[in-house]
Structure formats: C-alpha cells, structure tokens
C-alpha cells in the first residue's frame, strides 16, 4: 500500500527515492514485480533494472531500464546530446532512429564527463516522463551495485524532484549494511 501512496504522489508531480530492505527470500523481487504490474494496469509506465553480483561495469543496473525507455523518446531532436551520451555508454544501444546527426562529444576531465553523464541519463529520464505523465524506475539487488549506479541514483533523487517519477529499489538487509557505497 506504501508504494501505491507514493506512485499516486509521483502522478501528482511529488518524485520520491524507496530503498526496500529485507533478507533474501523475504519477497522484495516479488512485491517489485507486483508494483510494476499495479502501475501497467493503472496504464502507467515502469521501467525495471537490477544490479547483478559478478557485473560491475559502470551504470551497469541501469542498462534495460534505458534499452527500454530508448522506445519511447517522441522528439530526438530535443535531447540529441542526450542520447549522444546514452550511447557512447551503451554503444549496443544505438538504432538508425536515434543515432542520426548527434553531435560529436567534447571530452571532459573525469568529474565533468561524470556530471556530464548524470545530467544526459536524468534528461532522457525528464523526457520521457513528460510525455507520458509519470515514470517509474525499479532497480532490484542494489546491494551488488557498482560505484557510479549507485551516485547516479543519488543523483536522480536530487535532479528529479517535480518530474513525476518514482524511483524504487531492492537491497538485501545483511549484505546491504557491508556494502560501503550504499
């Protein structure tokens, strides 16, 4: 009922940032699943991504979510440095759509490309949940997560706070509390 209250105030433009927290088995993934299916019939739009423990690739949890939410950007043209960023990360990414005239990447000190990075991903996510209303991103197993997901995450609970988007992950209670990024 929780995540219900606040996917109702994420639809009224109040984004919030849920960490859920139990040991493993409790049922964290199935009540993921069964929030995601909640938010589809009430026709809205969850994108889900998760960390996985021998994957430590940078923003690694956040790969699906931007496969999927790639589908639904309605104006390219808007966020052309945008997705010159999502896919210079993920190059996989890049169809004959979305890939046209994008403007060539000036390189940055490490921190800037950082700031750079965080800036575009949190872009396309303001994008798309403008056109649809609201966004829901689910991320499962933060406790494996790697060190730039986890920054990056922060980053959205800071940057998207009147953008409609309600943003839930998964941790494992014991493993949570001997990881130091979390």
Not at 17 to 42: D, N, Y
Not at 73 to 100: C, E, H, Q, W, Y
Not at 128 to 152: M, N, P, R, Y
Request: net charge neutral.
């Amino acid at each position: 009922e929780l995540l219900k209250a606040h996917y109702k105030k994420a639809q009224q433009g109040e984004s919030k940032t849920i960490l859920i927290t139990g040991e493993a088995g409790i049922g964290k993934s199935r009540l993921l699943r069964e929030f995601k299916i909640f938010v589809q019939l009430k026709r809205g739009h969850c994108f889900l991504g998760s960390a996985h423990e021998d994957k430590t690739n940078p923003l690694e949890s956040f790969y699906d979510i931007f496969r999927e939410l790639v589908n639904y950007i309605s104006n390219p043209k808007m966020v052309r440095t945008s997705l010159a960023v999502l896919f210079k990360l993920f190059p996989d990414l890049i169809d004959s759509r979305l890939g046209k005239n994008l403007p060539e990447l000036v390189r940055l000190e490490p921190n800037q490309e950082k700031l750079r990075n965080f800036e575009a991903l949190s872009e396309l996510e303001r994008h798309v949940a403008s056109s649809f209303g609201e966004l829901v991103i689910l991320l499962e197993d933060l406790h494996w997560v790697d060190k730039s997901s986890i920054q990056f995450l922060e980053y959205l609970g800071r940057n998207l706070e009147d953008s409609k988007v309600l943003i839930c992950g998964t941790a494992r209670q014991g493993v949570l509390e001997a990881n130091p990024l979390l």
